[in-house]
């Protein structure tokens, strides 16, 4: 295995390269993680608008059973009705909705005739809609009780619609506290290990190739005893190992950090994601490291790649904030796909078969980079054999 014991070697005088990358990742990785801060309570509560309610329609049960439905959703604001005075309320936002009910209201309502109630409003604000729905809400209600129970007399339909109204459906709220505070931790730690990954693995592939694909050292090693199928073999096993031993420094400090959160189905999806991610970042940085001639473009190339790569798919900046345009162009790199997953796996509370087909369909085209990419590089270094 003398290959593979060079192999070691290299790595081992380029160990303060890599050294750099791995403690700049960890420093980060554990600074981000201490200063990161659950959300807060997103949790629903009703929110009460001022408004005005002028009755033009005189002394009326269903008028007043209106008024005080809303008066139940809403703050009922005591204004008189004088227009100026009604539109400095307005405009000082005292109340944000003056609603106006018109004379003979009511005995349209009960007729069956349709009715415009008049509104005065602060344009495009949210409590319109939300008023809107109550008195439409109310008005429907009406509406249906003369259409099918014709004859019932106001105090008899007031009620029925009070008690229709006050009916809620309870809603329960399950709540992922304990599951999104280690979920977003850990999905921002894995993110950011797609950066360290390249970086290493770009600098210690490359330091190796630079020193294997020497003409002079290549032409002793076709002199060798060593059949070069069997020094293929133990430089692809000296990548792969590299590759993994990198990947398992990288992930053993999630395991310290969210401890029990990496044996769930969340935290083995972050970790199959992370893997697979390292295959392709291998078959990457084997190809660079076929292509680079020089230790200074070895360096640029990996702080380029690494760093191109984390701002264009979502590692630095949240996918979610990046434009179309930037994000096509990112869906032409694995690192958009392994972030895309990353994120995927770290918002779901639970799984069925829909986001776990859009997980795994990430993780295929991740698996399909790197094929793609070795077999590229595959055809490269039999083109370069043939030549020589």
């Not at 993680?33 to 033009?56: H, S």
Request: neutral net charge; glycine residues 4%; proline residues 3%.
């Amino acid at each position: 295995m003398q290959v593979y014991k060079a192999f070691f070697r290299i790595i081992q005088k380029n160990r303060s390269q890599i050294l750099i990358y791995l403690v700049v990742f960890m420093v980060l990785a554990l600074l981000l993680t201490n200063a990161y801060t659950p959300p807060q309570d997103t949790d629903f509560t009703k929110t009460r608008f001022n408004i005005a309610f002028i009755n033009e329609d005189g002394d009326s049960e269903l008028v007043a059973g209106l008024k005080t439905y809303l008066g139940e959703n809403a703050n009922l604001v005591d204004l008189p009705d004088d227009p100026q005075q009604l539109q400095d309320a307005l405009f000082f936002r005292q109340v944000v909705y003056i609603l106006r009910v018109p004379e003979g209201f009511t005995a349209a309502m009960l007729n069956g005739q349709d009715v415009q109630l008049e509104k005065t409003i602060v344009p495009d604000s949210p409590s319109n809609i939300y008023m809107d729905l109550l008195i439409n809400k109310y008005l429907n209600t009406v509406k249906t009780y003369v259409t099918y129970l014709p004859g019932l007399s106001q105090a008899k339909l007031v009620s029925y619609l009070a008690a229709d109204l006050a009916e809620e459906t309870p809603v329960t709220v399950i709540s992922g506290s304990n599951h999104s505070a280690n979920a977003e931790k850990s999905g921002y730690y894995f993110n950011y290990i797609s950066y360290s990954l390249f970086a290493i693995l770009i600098l210690g592939v490359c330091s190796v190739m630079l020193v294997f694909n020497d003409t002079d050292l290549k032409r002793r090693n076709l002199c060798s005893p060593i059949r070069s199928a069997n020094m293929n073999f133990q430089m692809i096993l000296g990548n792969l190992s590299f590759a993994v031993l990198t990947w398992l420094v990288l992930i053993s400090a999630s395991f310290v950090m969210y401890g029990s959160y990496m044996f769930t189905t969340n935290g083995l999806l972050l970790l199959l994601n992370s893997f697979i991610f390292t295959l392709a970042a291998l078959s990457i940085s084997y190809l660079i490291g076929n292509l680079v001639k020089s230790r200074g473009a070895m360096s640029a190339v990996a702080n380029v790649f690494a760093l191109g790569t984390s701002f264009l798919s979502g590692v630095f900046v949240p996918q979610e904030l990046l434009g179309a345009n930037v994000l096509t162009i990112a869906s032409f790199t694995p690192t958009y796909w392994y972030v895309k997953a990353n994120n995927e796996i770290a918002n779901a509370v639970s799984f069925n078969a829909d986001n776990l087909q859009s997980i795994f369909t990430s993780m295929v085209l991740v698996l399909a980079f790197g094929v793609a990419v070795l077999g590229v590089t595959l055809v490269l270094i039999k083109q370069r054999r043939v030549e020589a």
